[in-house]
């Protein structure tokens, strides 16, 4: 990614914006090209019809990120939810969803790691070795399908080399941070190459529990094993396979009865996850017509969520006066996830000025098993679910003029799902679904690109597993979303600066959203089970810009500048939720045009790379956010924010060392809250707002050496 002076980035927001690639200080002083790899085809981003931002491995490394949370407010319109020890949920344009409990789940925004699908277990989105993260904004009905309605994230590693590289990089932090990075590639033969590459993360994390005196139970316990072959038995062969071990053992324990970062829970919860997962991606160019794409990837996840529900301790009526009686209970989440995908399809070699074509059939099958362990539960809840997707998809550009091209897509999705659990209740839903879109590009006499776009994506209905939801609404339904969308980009001054930007608008049907039932343990008064469930509402709008800029200045200084604007609204949802009815008759509350969850109105970023002298460098950054609902059904709203980030090196030969910070004005950021109920027998259990917080001002240093 590359980067921008505050100066020159703050007269550029006056203009529109677009986003950059900010590479490293020593790189050219020209915009390097930037290939996105999610396409058909490897394409340019400058050549790419739809709105996206691509992160780079020097941005990754300059903000020491350790996950995909901590880059992503870098893309304009994407956000993300916690409820968890990372930030593992994902929304695009206001499109996704911010916890998972009991219900299985259909996520709105895909997670590709090396053409693995780890859609849903975001968790795992750590950075070793990542060459490049790829956001496309909008849906993907003809590249991903069902679970591609909002968008879709791509994260890249790094192939392995011709030549032998090496690199070794240890970093140390704030609250006891330990960081640890290896990567080795190279040749093993003429026709054979390797790239091994681990990371391991520990630290104590940021909340402290008064009632255990600690300050280490929200500790991260972070490891991650990638191990790459790339194979070429011949001019026209290559396989890649891909291993990959992710090993996370972090605790949570994030909410506070006091709303601080300090907690009174005698069972701290933890958030846990052992993934093995693996690809194989086979090219064979079969003539000079056409190449064969075959791609199998499989992945393997246990994971476990577990949370002091009380968030307080035995006695809390005992030292503090309660005008509530209160409970103990501790609520916990095993899953086990397989996945398993099959892609194969049929590329044409066209030049570019030439018809091009793409067939393909997708096969995906995913099986679910939870065991929920519950204090207020007499047994373990007990629930399985699978689901098969079958799909045949095409595509055709086709160019009309000199400057001019059509792109047509479609895809036709069936899916089958298999629902059963403990409680006796079984569910078998089928259904057919079908999304694509219809492109018309022009290619400007400068070079740039102007594009006008129509697509439509669609995500599957599914079953909600509490028995207490009334079954009328124990099955939902699809949600479809057609996207209409403008776009500009195009190079300027001498090709050292590029712009991008996109108009959209999106129309959603029967649109997916969580809501809540209050139960109470025993009898008909409070502490009671919060009881999330999906259902439809009528239909959602929205509509927005994204303009990225990227500059380099002169020899001596980068830039980068981004901005996301988005306005959202329900039309004619009557929203069921307890919180959200009418206290005195009963009756639903009317969210017609009310915002759409996590969605803020606006947010931007600025940023600058400056090269100090042969050796030194320095990097600033500036992201804000504005406020906006945590829910669509209670009122509760994240604070908007301004965040400030800073790096200043040194390099010398092989070695770069860094010292960093992030947050650097120490805001307090709500990354997760909620406003529905209360949960503190001091005050009666009234219901009240609840925060968790985001990191606060963190400061480390970092070396690396080049092997």
């Not at 033969?189 to 139970?217: C, I, K, M, P, V």
């Not at 901005?563 to 009418?582: I, K, M, P, Q, Y």
Request: proline share 4%; hydrophobic share 35%; glycine share 10%.
């Amino acid at each position: 990614m590359k980067s921008v002076p505050f100066i020159s980035a703050v007269l550029a927001a006056a203009s529109p914006l677009t986003w950059a690639q900010v590479g490293s200080p020593s790189s050219s002083n020209f915009v390097e090209e930037i290939l996105v790899t999610a396409d058909f085809r490897p394409t340019s981003l400058a050549d790419l019809e739809g709105s996206a931002t691509v992160i780079d491995s020097d941005t990754l490394r300059q903000r020491d990120a350790r996950h995909l949370e901590q880059v992503l407010n870098l893309a304009p319109n994407v956000n993300f939810a916690s409820g968890a020890s990372r930030g593992r949920h994902f929304q695009i344009r206001g499109i996704g969803e911010r916890s998972q409990f009991v219900e299985p789940g259909n996520p709105s925004v895909g997670l590709l790691v090396d053409g693995i699908d780890m859609t849903g277990i975001g968790g795992a989105a750590t950075t070793l070795d990542i060459q490049q993260v790829e956001v496309l904004r909008g849906p993907q009905g003809t590249l991903f399908g069902a679970n591609a309605l909002a968008g879709m994230i791509n994260m890249v590693s790094a192939s392995p080399s011709e030549t032998f590289t090496g690199q070794v990089e240890a970093g140390l932090g704030e609250h006891d941070s330990r960081a640890f990075e290896a990567v080795a590639s190279g040749p093993m033969s003429e026709r054979l190459g390797y790239r091994l590459a681990y990371s391991g993360y520990r630290s104590d994390g940021f909340q402290s529990n008064h009632f255990l005196d600690t300050d280490d139970n929200g500790d991260f316990d972070e490891q991650t094993l990638r191990a790459k072959l790339r194979w070429q038995p011949g001019d026209d062969w290559q396989l890649d396979l891909t291993g990959l071990h992710v090993d996370i053992d972090n605790g949570y324990d994030a909410f506070s009865l006091d709303n601080t970062r300090t907690t009174l829970s005698d069972e701290p919860g933890h958030d846990r996850q052992k993934t093995l997962a693996g690809s194989a991606r086979l090219n064979w160019y079969a003539g000079e017509t056409f190449r064969v794409e075959a791609l199998l990837s499989r992945s393997d996840a246990d994971l476990e969520y577990g949370y002091d529900e009380d968030w307080s301790f035995v006695g809390l009526c005992e030292e503090s006066e309660c005008l509530a009686p209160g409970y103990s209970s501790f609520d916990n989440y095993l899953r086990d996830r397989k996945n398993t995908t099959v892609d194969l399809r049929l590329v044409s070699n066209n030049a570019t000025d030439e018809t091009g074509w793409v067939l393909g059939a997708y096969y995906r099958n995913e099986a679910q098993s939870l065991r929920r362990v519950y204090s207020f539960l007499e047994e373990d809840f007990l629930r399985d679910y699978d689901t098969g997707n079958r799909a045949l998809y095409g595509q055709l550009d086709v160019p009309l003029a000199a400057r001019l091209k059509l792109t047509a897509g479609l895809r036709y999705e069936q899916r089958e799902a298999d629902y059963s659990d403990s409680d006796g209740a079984t569910f078998a839903p089928e259904e057919a679904m079908w999304g694509g879109k219809l492109s018309l590009a022009y290619r400007l006499p400068g070079g740039g690109l102007a594009y006008g776009l129509v697509s439509r994506g669609y995500k599957a209905g599914g079953v909600n597993s509490n028995p207490v939801v009334p079954d009328s609404q124990r099955e939902f339904d699809t949600e479809t979303l057609w996207n209409y969308e403008l776009g500009l980009k195009t190079s300027l001054v001498q090709n050292r600066l590029d712009l991008h930007a996109a108009l959209f608008f999106q129309d959603r049907d029967d649109v997916q959203t969580n809501q809540s039932l209050v139960h109470p343990f025993e009898g008909e008064s409070c502490p009671c089970q919060f009881i999330d469930y999906t259902t439809n509402a009528t239909a959602g709008q929205s509509y927005g810009l994204e303009t990225e800029l990227n500059w380099d200045v002169n020899h001596f200084v980068r830039a980068f500048a981004s901005l996301g604007v988005l306005e959202t609204r329900f039309d004619g949802f009557l929203n069921f939720s307890h919180v959200n009815a009418d206290p005195e008759t009963g009756q639903p509350f009317d969210m017609d045009g009310h915002d759409l969850p996590q969605a803020p109105n606006h947010q931007l970023s600025l940023g600058t790379v400056f090269q100090l002298g042969e050796r030194w460098y320095a990097r600033v950054e500036m992201e804000a956010k504005d406020a906006y609902f945590f829910s669509s059904r209670h009122e509760e709203k994240a604070n908007a924010y301004e965040l400030f980030h800073a790096r200043i090196g040194y390099q010398a030969a092989n070695w770069d060392i860094a010292l960093w910070g992030r947050n650097l004005a120490n805001e307090d950021v709500m990354v997760r809250g909620f406003g529905s109920f209360g949960n503190d027998p001091r005050k009666g259990y009234a219901v009240e707002p609840y925060h968790q917080f985001g990191e606060p001002r963190f400061l480390g240093v970092t070396a690396r050496h080049e092997l």
